[in-house]
């Protein structure tokens, strides 16, 4: 029996576990929700071709490709030795390397630097094609038939570019095609920097 005054009974008093399962309860979605609007923030701010690379500072893989059909001199690690130079990675069948070859052949028409192309997974004859059509920008180009050669230089797809310096070391790995705001706000001035040294 009651007197009127306020009874508490046990059920009423919150144990100190309930609270802190409530407290989880609510604290899980919004963390969940914090970190995925500052993953999305980084996705929007990040330029996606500035993955990094473990290669940038060491010796380009060691490799030795033939020639793409109808050219004379195929592509070796020793080939690049000796100059400040550019690799290319591209293929007849990658519309982005159709894109950015124009600026290729200009670079080669202008000397600034030695380019070499590294074609990937094509047919000997689509190869050699493209490049009898659109222009033969490069010094030598290597046949990477199975992609393999392309596998040990970390490439994601094509086109991909990479600045070599005259002791044979990636410098610089550039993915995507290039466009003329690439090369001269990045690739031109690390070429001239690394041809002075």
Not at 179 to 185: G, I
Request: proline share 8%.
């Amino acid at each position: 029996m009651t007197d009127g005054t306020n009874v508490i009974s046990a059920t009423s008093i919150p144990n100190p576990q309930i609270k802190r399962g409530l407290r989880l309860r609510y604290l899980v979605p919004v963390a969940a929700f914090v970190a995925l609007a500052l993953m999305f923030g980084w996705g929007l701010t990040h330029n996606s071709r500035e993955i990094p690379s473990g290669l940038i500072g060491k010796p380009v893989p060691h490799f030795s490709l033939p020639p793409v059909q109808g050219r004379v001199l195929g592509l070796s690690s020793t080939d690049l030795v000796g100059e400040v130079s550019l690799v290319n990675v591209f293929a007849s069948w990658c519309v982005a390397c159709r894109e950015e070859h124009p600026l290729f052949v200009r670079l080669k028409a202008d000397g600034v630097v030695p380019i070499h192309g590294l074609n990937y997974k094509d047919q000997p004859d689509n190869a050699a094609r493209w490049l009898n059509t659109l222009g033969d920008p490069y010094t030598r180009t290597g046949a990477d038939r199975n992609g393999r050669v392309a596998i040990d230089w970390g490439v994601y797809g094509v086109p991909e570019t990479f600045v070599i310096t005259k002791d044979g070391r990636i410098a610089h790995k550039h993915i995507g095609p290039l466009t003329p705001k690439d090369l001269e706000e990045t690739i031109l001035p690390l070429i001239r920097r690394l041809q002075r040294q």
